[in-house]
């Protein structure tokens, strides 16, 4: 294995641990306020597509990225309504999303495009050396420069939340509503209104990381493009202990897991490529099942709140 | 003196169902007032109206002398409203000093000035006399200072009014007269304490006044030097009470099931066995008396198979057990009355008649060829059968058992549990918020089961229910056996300081 | 408060399908075309002669399976969201049977579904033994191994079943396809997965150990304080709802699709759950949502003919049902709700007498 090959590597495990990273943020904020949510598939398909097509249309991946969020948000916002003002089970309600968003995506796709459509591509977000003119084979320079504006945007994510759930009195009585919501309300703690800025956040987040893959990652929409990333960012959130570092190492390996597999598909070896496409999900199963039992999420995590429970 | 706090003519109602009618009732500055009833008597609920967690259907609230709304627990904060509930309201995953800073408003700033607050909170705590050890996380400290850190959370947040629900269900005698102390040094600041109990001997020691409440109403207001025991306790509950003591035995068969220096997380004060050594024998009843949280859930869990022990051992019927497995010891005839009705006793999403046969389904009596085909008329039948004989109060057999009255659920256990003639019936907390009807009838029916040939192992926090079907009493302290007692004519005093720990 | 609580569970699942269809015509008028027309070819193809209800049977079938896993998993208090994988896995050792091993005929037939259920089975005991022996979350499981299998089925009719040029398996024998009924689309693979639904109501609600496993699916705790394995019931859970899903993939190929090809069973997994979610969990329920999800599909494309309107309307009006649905039954749940409910019927009531 020569050093090309793994600093190219490297590189893409960090490009690749990006959208994870927006989605794993997207489901800590979403279980620190007591929300299970495992409909982060469906929100990113939507963000997915509202990203491309505004990028489209607007010329600007940027204004696609915010679009992607607003999407997330909207959609979220049934879940928001569903589970904390109705107490529907939060995780039937997630699989709801889970069908309802691609849904509306692959709808909103075909009666953009018409049936017959031909491949539509979008330019992609410009790295930041690009945008500065530097171009260099350094290896750390290219780690540091070579990157979209969203790969920052998710490192001040992790460093924010990181800061926001351990430092801040804000984020103090966050998550006080996510280990024990009564506890919270008897302190005064507006627990219904954070439980609804977090699905904010959560679909705002979900949205970004779907909308990452039409304009940083692939120029192109295609129907079930999250491959699994939704469900994959569950499986970080626990194996990164509910901690915004923990999940970033958490989602770093599974980019690596990613890109590995890329990387060893071109390289064939005379196996079947789909072999290596199973990486980064049996990476998943073998992590959980390492992990074992040991729970450590918020308490109140995946119980509904009612407000006079007798 | 004028009232810090007045309610006048508030009432809540769930549903059809007044939890609280008509309620009037006043608290001065400085005094700890004494509320005072039975379970369900409202108390809980009139708290509820007062910190803004519940809203009341009618009435007003006067606070020193303004009419107030609160509708918010954040209001009711503002307004100098704090409340220790007998379910501690901490956080377990966050540390002392995070529980007492948790949704501070009075401070500027987006980040936690740890310096600042540290400072503040240990003036307040010398003040008192609460002493917490702000680093440590919730589920290291113990109950008492879990209480402290209440009482600080509430005082951080210029309580002038502190309402005490159940302070001392949860603790030592030690620890008792620790709170009195601390109660005694915040009315001396001016602070009022609404003191909610139903411990005689307590509320006539610490309160100034007493309003007895029964049936969600308020039955009167009395000085604390104007009355009595016996006169507060004909109040509550409304009748004289009858000294209806069953005949306790002296001598019981043989041994239905005993344990030999049971360990179980030994470590662990409030939730482990250490060398746990008892019997119970047939036609006995054994009552455990202690503190809630001295490892009598885990005895309870280790005689009917739920949990196996780290170490010693145990005999049932005479023949060691060798597999702890639930289902092991209910083919050994072992019934379990479990401590949590709702979580471990019941399928709340099943009907009254599938819940009084959830054990027998695979029995030839309610089901054909070998647990194929379920007798569905048989089942609904029995059903039926159970219901008359022990009064379960439901619409029909196929009602949902969530919809039931605890009362009623706990009859449907019953019914499932000692049909079968057990020879061991464990019985944990069997009356918790249970009125008082529903608890002579559970009493009876486990009287009843002594004289037919079973042997009782009842586990209790209430003292007096403790005392009045015991033949023999065992007390826990912190996983351990600290003494037996006979329940014929129980010395009170010895077993007492033995529940503390002496 | 039982008829009422009875009606609901029927009358929220219908509103919500009214509902949905509501939003659904909206959008086709949004999109230029006449909803009633729309609505009446959606019908005309799905319904509209025995052949189409053929097809809309034949459609039905493979969803039946996967509902029917959803639904028997989370009876016992799991979600198996792995009835995708388990029905690929199934077709692909059925498909391994039929041509490979050169059997041919009726007890080829058997044996390639037993191999279905098999494979299924064994596919679904992965993540239930995590669930049971690790405590991990069963639903991450059971996803990622939906992409495992999916990916290994490409491994399949990309390279080690791959007959020509295009990426797709060899048929299986014309001896070993299911029979048509009438000579409709609809095959025995449909009698088969009605058999199955009526099994496993009969289990659930006539049985003494079917009684015990929604026991164990609606208050685990309490099952086991009441002597029930509950470990061993999760087990039992994965395994039978993986062997439906295997079986069903095994029909879906030797009944209608006959090799494996790329987007073999896309969906089917996710749309299962929703389907035994509408349906409530009940088995027989599950089948007529599914028929009902299945004539919405075939429907759809002569729909599309007619009016012009994508059939992706069909999806978003699917979709749209159990986003209606699961809401609907948890707002029925509230307590002021109920209160207003009992109300009316109280009402009623003293009206009668």
Redesign the interface.
């Given at each position: 294995m020569s050093w090309d090959f793994i600093s190219n590597l490297l590189l893409a495990s960090v490009r690749m641990a990006t959208p994870l990273i927006f989605l794993s943020l997207a489901e800590l904020y979403s279980q620190r306020a007591g929300l299970v949510h495992i409909g982060l598939e469906g929100l990113a398909a939507i963000g997915s597509l509202v990203g491309f097509l505004v990028s489209l249309i607007t010329g600007s991946p940027m204004l696609g990225v915010l679009a992607g969020a607003l999407a997330g948000i909207l959609v979220n916002m049934i879940f928001a309504y569903a589970t904390i003002s109705l107490c529907a089970e939060q995780i039937v309600y997630g699989m709801a999303i889970n069908i309802f968003a691609p849904a509306l995506a692959a709808f909103i796709y075909r009666v953009y495009f018409g049936a017959g459509s031909t491949l539509v591509q979008v330019t992609l977000m410009n790295n930041l050396s690009t945008t500065l003119g530097i171009t260099s084979d350094n290896f750390l320079l290219k780690l540091l420069l070579d990157q979209t504006p969203m790969v920052y945007l998710a490192y001040a994510l992790v460093i924010f939340t990181a800061i926001y759930f351990n430092?801040?009195?804000?984020g103090?009585?966050y998550?006080?509503v996510g280990?024990?919501p009564?506890?919270?309300?008897?302190?005064?703690?507006?627990v219904i209104g954070v439980k609804y800025i977090a699905c904010i956040i959560c679909g705002a987040l979900a949205g970004m990381g779907g909308a990452f893959l039409t304009t940083c990652y692939s120029n192109t929409y295609v129907d079930g493009n999250v491959a699994g990333r939704g469900f994959i960012a569950l499986a970080a959130v626990i194996f990164g202990r509910w901690s915004g570092g923990g999940v970033l190492l958490a989602c770093l390996f599974f980019g690596f897991c990613d890109a590995l597999q890329i990387r060893l598909q071109v390289g064939s070896f005379g196996v079947p490529y789909q072999f290596f496409q199973m990486i980064p999900y049996i990476a998943t199963v073998v992590v959980l099942a390492l992990i074992g039992m040991k729970k450590a999420g918020?308490?109140g995590a995946g119980k509904p709140y009612l407000?006079?429970d007798? | 003196m004028d009232a810090f706090l007045r309610m006048e003519h508030v009432s809540k109602r769930?549903?059809d169902f007044y939890a609280n009618r008509d309620i009037n009732f006043s608290v001065r500055r400085g005094e700890v007032h004494t509320l005072l009833g039975e379970n369900g008597a409202g108390k809980s609920t009139l708290m509820n109206v007062l910190?803004g967690?519940?809203q009341p259907t009618e009435g007003t609230i006067y606070l020193d002398g303004k009419k107030v709304r609160i509708d918010?627990?954040?209001?009711?904060?503002?307004l100098g409203i704090g409340?220790v509930?007998q379910h501690f309201?901490?956080?377990?995953?966050?540390t002392v000093f995070?529980n007492i800073?948790?949704?501070?408003?009075n401070?500027r700033?987006?980040?936690?000035d740890r310096e600042a607050r540290t400072k503040e909170i240990q003036a307040l705590s010398a003040r008192y006399g609460l002493e917490v050890e702000l680093d440590k996380p919730i589920t290291e400290i113990s109950v008492g200072a879990q209480q402290r850190v209440e009482i600080l959370?509430a005082l951080y947040?210029g309580a002038e009014l502190l309402i005490l629900d159940e302070p001392s269900a949860a603790l030592t005698d030690l620890e008792v007269e620790g709170l009195f102390d601390i109660m005694r040094k915040l009315t001396g600041e001016g602070k009022s304490i609404i003191f909610i109990s139903h411990k005689m001997r307590e509320v006539l020691r610490i309160s100034d006044r007493i309003t007895i409440l029964r049936a969600g109403r308020t039955v009167c207001t009395v000085d604390r030097t104007e009355t009595n025991g016996e006169e507060l306790a004909n109040l509550m509950i409304g009748r004289e009470l009858a000294p209806s003591h069953y005949e306790k035995i002296t001598e019981p068969g043989e041994p239905v099931v005993s344990l030999e220096k049971v360990d179980y997380h030994k470590e662990s004060k409030h939730n482990g066995l250490c060398g746990v050594s008892l019997s119970v024998g047939r036609r006995e009843i054994v009552g455990i008396a202690g503190v809630d949280g001295n490892g009598q859930s885990q005895l309870a869990q280790v005689v009917?198979g739920?949990l196996t022990p780290d170490a010693g051992e145990v005999d049932l019927k005479g023949s060691r057990v060798a597999q702890f497995?639930?289902?092991g010891?209910?083919?050994e005839s072992v019934s379990?009355i479990?401590e949590d009705r709702n979580?471990?006793?019941?399928?709340?999403?099943?009907s009254v008649k599938?819940n009084i046969v959830?054990?027998s389904?695979?029995t030839p009596q309610?089901?054909s060829a070998r647990?194929?085909?379920?007798k569905?008329r048989a089942i609904r039948d029995y059903a039926e059968q159970m219901r008359e004989k022990y009064d379960i109060r439901c619409?029909?057999v196929?009602?949902e058992a969530r919809?039931l009255s605890g009362g009623n659920q706990q009859k449907v256990i019953l019914a499932r549990e000692l049909e079968g003639q057990p020879d061991l019936l464990v019985a944990v907390h069997p009356t918790r918020g249970l009125d008082i009807g529903a608890t002579r009838f559970v009493h009876d029916t486990m009287i009843d089961a002594r004289e037919k040939g079973c042997g009782v192992l009842l586990i209790s926090a209430d003292f007096d229910e403790i005392l009045e079907v015991s033949d023999r009493i065992v007390v826990m302290f912190e996983g351990q056996v600290m003494g037996v007692f006979s329940g014929k004519e129980p010395p009170i005093q010895e077993i007492s300081l033995a529940m503390a720990g002496k | 408060?039982?008829n009422s609580n009875k009606l609901i569970s029927v009358l929220v699942p219908v509103a919500s399908v009214l509902l949905a269809f509501a939003i659904g015509c909206a959008v086709m008028a949004g999109l230029g075309a006449n909803p009633l027309v729309a609505l009446q070819s959606l019908w005309t193809g799905a319904f509209g002669n025995l052949r189409n209800v053929g097809t809309t049977l034949a459609r039905a079938t493979p969803l039946i399976f996967t509902g029917l896993c959803a639904c028997f998993a989370y009876r016992c208090g799991v979600f198996n969201l792995g009835g995708e994988g388990q029905f690929i896995i199934g077709s692909v050792a059925c498909c391994y049977m039929a041509t490979q091993t050169g059997i041919e005929g009726f007890p080829a037939i058997v044996l390639c579904l037993l191999a279905g259920i098999l494979a299924g089975g064994i596919w679904a005991l992965i993540p239930g033994l995590l669930k049971v022996y690790r405590g991990q979350n069963e639903m991450i499981i059971s996803i990622m191994l939906n992409y495992v299998a999916t990916l290994f089925m490409g491994v399949v009719y990309t390279n080690w079943l791959r007959e020509g040029s295009v990426p797709q398996t060899m048929s299986v024998p014309d001896t070993t396809k299911l029979s048509r009924i009438f000579g409709l689309r609809a095959t025995t693979a449909f009698i088969i997965a009605i058999v199955v639904g009526l099994l496993i109501y009969y289990f659930l609600?006539?049985?003494?150990?079917g009684?015990?496993l929604?026991?164990v699916g609606?208050?685990m705790?309490?099952?086991?304080?009441?002597?029930?394995?509950v470990k061993r019931y999760i087990l039992f859970s994965f395994v039978v709802s993986g062997a439906i899903a295997g079986l069903g993939g095994s029909a879906e190929l030797l009944g209608t699709q006959y090799r494996l090809i790329n987007g073999f069973a896309a969906g089917y997994g996710f749309d299962g759950v929703a389907m035994a979610l509408i349906a409530q969990l009940h088995p027989l329920a599950t089948i007529l949502v599914a028929i009902f999800f299945a004539a919405l599909r075939v429907g759809s494309t002569t729909m599309q003919a007619a009016t012009g309107v994508p059939t992706s309307v069909s999806d978003i009006i699917q979709a749209l049902v159990i986003v209606f649905t699961v809401a609907g039954l948890a707002m029925v749940k509230l307590?002021q709700f109920k209160?207003a409910i009992?109300r009316i019927f109280a009402r009623k009531e003293t009206v009668a007498s």
């Open positions: 430092k801040t009195k804000s103090l009585n998550k006080a280990e024990y009564k506890a919270a309300a008897t302190l005064g703690i507006n918020p308490k407000r006079e007798r | 769930f549903g910190i967690l519940y918010s627990p954040a209001q009711a904060v503002k409340m509930h309201m901490l956080v377990e995953a966050m995070e800073i948790l949704g501070d408003r401070t700033g987006i980040f936690i959370k947040r009917t739920v497995t639930p289902n010891f209910i083919l379990h479990p979580k471990m006793g019941l399928i709340g999403d099943m599938e959830l054990k389904t695979d309610f089901s647990g194929f085909h379920l569905k619409t029909s196929e009602q919809n | 408060m039982k609600f006539y049985t003494s150990k009684f015990q929604r026991a609606l208050n705790t309490a099952a086991e304080f009441n002597g029930f394995s307590s209160a009992d």
